[in-house]
């Protein structure tokens, strides 16, 4: 894993925020980049790629999610 720079956006999350601008991600992709999202508390990101459907609802993304927000993790797991 490459670390991240201070004040810099992780390497991760901006492989991802390409393929976002692109289409949206398969679900081992969305829990993938949910993880330093959440991580990073950046909850309205992960709202706003759920409200473009970038992201693909599973069961284990509602896991990820349930800490930080219930709302949107109930929502996460209804489409599902």
Do not use: C
Request: aromatic share 4%.
């Amino acid at each position: 894993q490459i670390p991240a720079q201070p004040n810099q956006v992780p390497p991760l999350l901006q492989y991802f925020s390409i393929l976002l601008e692109t289409g949206t991600l398969n679900e081992q992709e969305s829990i993938e980049v949910a993880k330093p999202v959440l991580q990073q508390q950046r909850i309205p990101l992960m709202e706003k790629w759920l409200k473009e459907n970038k992201l693909t609802s599973s069961e284990s993304l509602g896991d990820l999610i349930m800490p930080h927000d219930t709302g949107m993790a109930l929502s996460v797991y209804l489409r599902a």
